[in-house]
């Protein structure tokens, strides 16, 4: 993918919403990617945006791994996510945390906003949506496919991918109680050859099948 980026939707036509998050509509067939850029905007107006947190693992439209940074994601894509989520936390007149999640097509590089969510006041800092330390993973592990019931999230930690997902493969199969099939199916992915390679969302699942 070359450094030209457009992009199909001007920040303006972002809306500011609360409720539940767009985790349950997946990605489309094909080489579609979703991407969330966290900003934060202080009591003083200075603004700060986040490395892109794609929601990589989808079961059921159901995000089970988001992971930063975004696998295989060219800075120059990056930069201009990270600069459309910016103007619309200005347009919006955010104070505090909130969330510009995108859809990207992989190969023209062309991507649109698909939410915009605001979570004034919060009490959160932009450090609190960096990973600590050079890659992270959000896994998120049954109770999810119910709404009603909380979800078991493990932050897992790494100084490279690699390292990362060694981690969270040996937390997944030390974990205690019985294997539920969120378990079994996360520890599948994240053996594969294509996730460990960096595929992502249905390009992952057509891979892996």
Known sequence: MGAKVSTVMPSGGATSRRGPPTDYAGPAAGRERRLDIHVFVSESGSLATGRAWERCVWR????????????????????????????????????????????????????????????????????????????????????????????TRLLVCGATRGEALRRAYRALSEMPGPAGIDRAFLMNRIASRAFCSGLTGTRLDQAVG
């Not at 609190?128 to 119910?146: F, K, N, S, W, Y």
């Open 60 to 151: 059921e439209a159901r995000v089970l791994i988001a992971e930063c940074p975004a696998p295989h994601l060219p800075s120059s894509v990056e930069n201009a996510l990270r600069t459309v989520a910016a103007d619309v936390a200005r347009d919006h007149g955010w104070q505090g945390m909130g969330t510009v999640a995108f859809a990207l097509d992989d190969r023209s590089g062309v991507f649109r906003v698909i939410s915009a969510e605001a979570q004034a006041h919060s009490g959160a800092a932009m450090a609190d949506c960096e990973p600590v330390a050079g890659h992270a993973l959000e896994v998120r592990i049954d109770g999810c496919v119910d709404r009603r019931l909380p979800c």
